[in-house]
């Protein structure tokens, strides 16, 4: 099989834009979020001189909603998307494995439903990881993402 220039381009494209959207949530989270959050205890950032935002008040309903959903949509988005990179040639593999990875996302925020996970449930949460799998998958469904082109 012979792989074209925009082919391979357009996987490129995908995976910096999967980095990209990983690393917007996690700079909205250190930015906007306060400190007590599980985020900084998974990474370590507790410890660093801050940045976060100290307690100067309470936020706008809009920014509370932003600063607190939109980085798990952005992380669901990352997810999709790196694991759509490395399956990029093997369709039914990668509709498996998004599949599997989108149930344990949206179970990991409705366990807190439960409290059998640490963290607060929130509807929006949910939106914006079902956001983030639509966007995806129009994406994904764009021409230069479908197949590698045949050769001539």
């Known amino acids: 099989m012979r792989t074209t220039v925009g082919y391979q381009k357009g996987r490129l494209l995908y995976l910096i834009f999967a980095l990209f959207s990983l690393c917007s949530g996690c700079a909205v989270y250190y930015f906007f979020r306060n ?26 309903a809009f920014f509370v909603w932003l600063t607190g959903s939109l980085p798990d949509g952005l992380w ?8 759509r990179c490395v399956l990029w040639n093997n369709k039914k593999l990668c509709g498996v494995y998004l599949f599997i990875f989108c ?25 914006f990881m079902v956001l983030a799998v639509v966007f995806e998958r129009t994406l994904a469904k764009k021409r230069w993402f479908q197949k590698e082109p045949s050769p001539v």
Request: aromatic share 12%; proline share 7%; with cysteine.
């Open 35 to 60: 400190g007590n959050i599980l985020f900084y205890g998974w990474t370590g950032l507790a410890d660093l001189p801050g940045f976060q935002r100290q307690n100067a008040g309470p936020l706008p």
């Open 76 to 83: 669901v988005l990352s997810g999709i998307m790196l694991l």
């Open 103 to 127: 149930c344990f996302a949206i179970a990991y925020e409705l366990l807190q439903i439960l409290e059998n996970m640490r963290g607060t449930f929130d509807p929006a949460d949910v939106c």
